[in-house]
């Protein structure tokens, strides 16, 4: 929907809508859902489930369609990291689960490589569990791995998108260190679910459970979900949120709580990724761009083009998702007056000297109006 049809809730709220030319972050609202999930959820929204047969079917078809053992939706990488810490700790036993996050008898302890430290390694702490570091700076060696996994290690956590950085051991030798120690591996591939054919091959290359996060597949921005081990995913369904008032058990991930309408929006966009003409989509990025391009192309002191802006925020060359934008000094004031106006047009500025609008996030509809504020901002700079 283009920003500027906007105006009801939102402006009721006192929120100002915007026009989102960074990708995809979860400040800014995560994803949009496609029209035919948001119709689908019409359906969903007005009428009632069984949370726990919900869970439990869409968990198959999630397994099925990804070619894992087991699955379980859940409210987001994050909480897939922190469920699959608490199920891998307690082994789903009942008395355990309501115990946590005290870890007293239980195996409470999660080894991280030390290159491995990252932004989420404090989700697998929100079960209780404390981090073993192993291994330094310069990367670790498989017997310190096999010295680490003592009888206190529930897991090894194994963020994906770090896989062989600097000395560090890749999944396949954690995982060969791992089964000597019988000691699980959760792995974070939150964003790696493109291309889709990699979304199978890290249960392929031994892990026990992998999550992913559902806002880089244009889904919900508090959905995601957990493929794993047959066993390890039995304990994960026994720690989630679903039963805490009809069961017995005050089971650990009641504050996990989903939406029915995420649950199967989850799915539903899980479903479209997997079939979607992805080369289409990507030429269609490169076509947007190259119209921005071409419509900046009079602009003075501005060189336009093309580029891809990654998931983890680097730019590469090809294939297309962005305008780059080379401005020199006045890159700052480019962005603020994007930024500044109405609606506001939040663009990426970390790059010195340069301006970079993602593509992805833009509703084709609110191109031009792109196009016309950033004509208008590049006049004003160069006017000073
Ligand atoms: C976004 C992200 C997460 C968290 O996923 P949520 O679904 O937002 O909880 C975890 N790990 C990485 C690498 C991410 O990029």
Redesign the pocket.
């Known amino acids: 929907m283009t920003v500027s049809s906007l105006a009801g809730t939102y402006e009721r709220l006192g929120v100002a809508p915007l026009v989102n030319a960074c990708g995809i972050y979860?400040d800014l609202g995560g994803s949009v859902l496609s029209p035919s999930i948001r119709a689908a959820l019409e359906e969903v929204s007005t009428t009632y489930c069984s949370m726990t047969e919900l869970l439990d079917q869409t968990g198959q078809r999630v397994a099925e369609l990804c070619d894992a053992p087991a699955a379980r939706i859940v409210p987001?990488?994050?909480?897939?990291?922190a469920l699959a810490t608490a199920a891998c700790m307690t082994h789903g036993r009942p008395e355990l689960v309501e115990q946590l996050p005290a870890t007293t008898g239980m195996p409470g302890v999660v080894v991280q490589q030390r290159v491995h430290r990252?932004?989420?390694t404090r989700?697998a702490r929100l079960a209780g569990a404390t981090i073993r570091e192993v291994g330094d700076e310069t990367g670790t060696s498989t017997a310190q791995m096999a010295d680490a996994l003592d009888d206190d290690v529930a897991a090894i956590l194994h963020?994906a998108?770090l896989d062989g950085r600097d000395g560090s051991l890749r999944l396949e030798e954690v995982v060969g260190v791992a089964a000597e120690g019988h000691v699980p591996v959760i792995t974070?591939a939150?964003?790696l679910s493109y291309p889709v054919e990699r979304i199978p091959t890290f249960m392929r290359s031994g892990a026990d459970s992998v999550?992913f996060?559902?806002?880089?597949f244009h889904g919900p921005?508090?959905?995601?979900f957990v493929l794993g081990r047959e066993d390890v995913m039995d304990a994960l369904k026994q720690v989630d949120f679903t039963r805490y008032e009809s069961g017995d058990v005050r089971r650990f991930g009641r504050a996990y709580k989903m939406d029915r309408t995420t649950v199967v929006a989850t799915l539903l966009a899980l479903e479209e990724w997997l079939t979607m003409d992805h080369a289409a989509r990507w030429a269609d990025y490169e076509q947007r761009v190259d119209r921005m391009s071409r419509a900046l192309a009079d602009a003075e002191g501005v060189e336009a083009s093309g580029c891809q802006f990654t998931?983890d925020e680097r730019l590469i060359p090809e294939p297309v998702n962005a305008l780059r934008l080379r401005l020199g000094e006045r890159a700052p004031g480019v962005s603020a007056s994007l930024a500044l106006g109405r609606p506001s047009i939040v663009a990426v500025d970390d790059f010195a000297g340069e301006l970079i609008l993602c593509v992805e996030t833009i509703d084709p509809s609110d191109d031009e109006l792109v196009i016309g504020r950033l004509r208008d901002a590049l006049r004003d700079t160069s006017a000073t």
């Not at 987001?76 to 990291?81: E, P, Q, V």
């Not at 996060?213 to 880089?216: L, P």
């Not at 921005?221 to 995601?224: E, K, P, Q, S």
């Open positions: 979860t987001g990488a994050s909480a897939g990291i990252y932004k989420y989700c963020p998108h974070d939150a964003y999550c996060s559902a806002k880089y921005n508090a959905g995601g998931l």
